[in-house]
Structures are given as C-alpha cells and as structure tokens.
C-alpha cells in the first residue's frame, strides 16, 4: 500500500516538474515571438511616456496593467516597475494589486487555503507577480485582494487591511488612497478591472441598488507578518452577479460605456505609454462620478436597456 502511494507521489512530482519545464520552454518561445514581433521599449521611452501621461513626483498610484500590449519591454515586468518608481521617486507611492484568488467563494470554502504574505503569489499577471518580488515591498494581509506598496505611504496603505470590516471599505487600501487624494493608472487594459466599483458598493452597503454581495461572512485563514496565524473577514461577491457584472467578457457593451463615459466627462486623461494605451485619473473624482452615475441608474451591473435610457451624448 505504502509504495502504491510512493509511486502515486513520485508520478505526481515528476509531472510537476515536466509541466514547469513546459511552461517555462513555451514562455520562452513566447518571448522571442514578442522580441521580434512589437516595438521595442527602452525605460527611458516609458518614462517620457509617463510623465506626458500626467505622472508626477509625489504621486501616490495605483496601478493595473497588461505587460505584452506595451511592445516589447526591454528587461521585461522590472523596466516597468522601476520606470514608474524613478518618475513618482522616492517622495510617491506605487500600489498594485497583488490578488491571490479568481474566486472569492471558492478561498472561503477552501479549508486548506492559508494566505501568508511573503509566500502567496499573485493571479493578476507578471507586473505584479514580479513587485512581490522587489525589496522593500509592503503587502496587505487579505486571503483574496491583497495589494503590495513601495514608497512613502506603503506600510499606511496596507497596513489595516485585515482589521478592515469589509474587502474594500473603510481601513482598505483603496479607502486609505483614497484619503492620501491618490490617482489610479492603467497601462493596456481598459476600465473594467478597477476595484473602484466594488468600494462604492462596500462603502454604500445596504444603500447599493443591488445586493450584490453574500449574506456569509467567512472567516478565512492568514499569515500575518509576524507568522502568527489569523483570521480575516470575507463577504463575497455573490456570484450570481458575475454574468452581468463588467468583469464578465460579454459585457463589452458596459465595459465601452464606461470608458467613453469616464473621457468624455474629461476625468480620465488617455495617452500612448510604448505601444499601449495608458490612462490617469484621481481616484476620489473617479469615485464622485461613480455616485453621481448610481445616482442615475448606472452601476457595473447596468443591463443594455439600462444603459439606453441614459445615452453618454
Ligand atoms: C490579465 C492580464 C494581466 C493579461 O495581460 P498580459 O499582458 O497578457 O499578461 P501579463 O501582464 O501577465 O504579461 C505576460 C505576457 O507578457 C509577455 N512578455 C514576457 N516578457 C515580455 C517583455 N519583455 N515585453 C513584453 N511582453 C512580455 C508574456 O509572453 C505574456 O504574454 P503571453 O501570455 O501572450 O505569452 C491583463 O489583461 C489584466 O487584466 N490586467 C489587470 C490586472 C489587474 O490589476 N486587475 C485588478 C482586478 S480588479
């Protein structure tokens, strides 16, 4: 019985290892394709890019991004990281989301999941993936939406996140960047995968159009930075919300709306950062519109018909 389970073990090491090596040959490949494929990017042009973008020093940023749509980014995650860092320079603030779940219910009822800081990466791709690996890094403690800082404000920015009461509420980061007067930044990704909307609806709890999230509030298992083992507070999203909501890939229509909503009422600034897209906003403008469109019956659940009765122009 017990070699049976020797073997069992020993075939699932093994497949480990050669389905990294796999993954590690195909990103390669993908590399070289990219390298030969898109414009090729220095720091130096993501700099100039940045500071035509609007990015200053002393900015205090959150910043979401997709790696591949900005060309071919000469030292890869890092360049980007260190860009952004020498324009905000050591009086600003970096912040990226350092998610380590897709699925807020699915971590709760996992009673293996045990979310510790310096071990659990990230699902949000290879910029953050690649922060949590810088020194001086802050990380929040959350079981599913931890983020990372570096710069003057990192430890205030994620230092409460598991005493707040809720994921994105009062004590979250983005509520404490939101008191810091903070900008939000994109780079190739548009204005769905911003954690903005879910603030509003945590901070307007039970005054949110709809009750998006669960009635469960589970206790879910972390690290903290001392090792010692805590308990955090999580309230999921309720996932019969997910087909409808922006994050969901049928909803290009919301997804559209809200960018062309967000430029034409002149708060999101756009601009060319390498070959990608980039935009800047203040976060707490960005959060005033977001009151003034639930106002109006416009929330990231908007059906089709819902966004007809309130036309952008
Ligand atoms: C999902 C998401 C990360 C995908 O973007 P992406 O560019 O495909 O992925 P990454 O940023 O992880 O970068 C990896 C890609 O860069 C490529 N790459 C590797 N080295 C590179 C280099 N030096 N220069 C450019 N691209 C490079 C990789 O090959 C890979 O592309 P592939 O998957 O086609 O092979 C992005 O679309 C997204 O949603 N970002 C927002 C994340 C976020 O903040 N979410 C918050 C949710 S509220």
Not at 40 to 63: C, H, P, Q, S, W
Not at 93 to 111: D, R, V
């Amino acid at each position: 019985m017990r070699i049976i389970f020797l073997k069992g073990a020993n075939m699932r090491f093994i497949k480990r290892i050669i389905n990294f090596i796999f993954r590690q040959f195909k990103q390669i490949e993908r590399k070289k394709e990219i390298k030969k494929t898109a414009p090729r990017i220095e720091k130096t042009n993501l700099i100039d890019d940045l500071r035509a973008l609007g990015l200053k020093r002393g900015d205090i940023v959150l910043f979401h991004s997709s790696l591949k749509s900005i060309g071919y980014v000469v030292g890869g995650a890092r360049t980007v990281i260190e860009a952004i860092l020498e324009v905000i320079s050591p009086d600003g603030t970096l912040m990226i989301p350092t998610y380590s779940s897709n699925s807020m219910l699915k971590t709760c009822l996992n009673k293996d999941y045990c979310f510790d800081p310096r071990e659990t990466d990230t699902v949000l791709g290879k910029i953050p993936s690649t922060f949590l690996k810088m020194p001086n890094i802050h990380r929040s403690i959350h079981p599913t939406h931890s983020v990372a800082a570096i710069g003057k404000y990192a430890q205030y920015l994620t230092e409460a996140h598991h005493f707040a009461l809720s994921t994105f509420g009062y004590n979250s980061p983005w509520e404490r960047l939101m008191k810091l007067d903070g900008k939000m930044m994109g780079i190739g990704v548009t204005l769905w995968p911003v954690p903005i909307y879910h603030v509003l609806e945590d901070m307007m709890s039970d005054k949110f159009p709809l009750p998006v999230r669960m009635k469960e509030t589970y206790m879910v298992k972390c690290r903290d930075w001392f090792n010692k083992l805590i308990e955090v507070p999580v309230t999921p999203l309720d996932p019969k919300y997910k087909k409808i909501r922006i994050d969901n890939e049928n909803r290009q229509d919301l997804r559209t709306y809200m960018w062309k909503e967000y430029i034409h009422a002149g708060i999101v600034k756009t601009g060319k950062v390498g070959a990608a897209t980039g935009w800047i906003t203040s976060i707490n403008k960005f959060y005033d519109h977001l009151i003034l469109l639930m106002r109006e019956g416009i929330t990231i659940y908007s059906t089709p018909e819902e966004l007809k009765k309130r036309p952008i122009w």
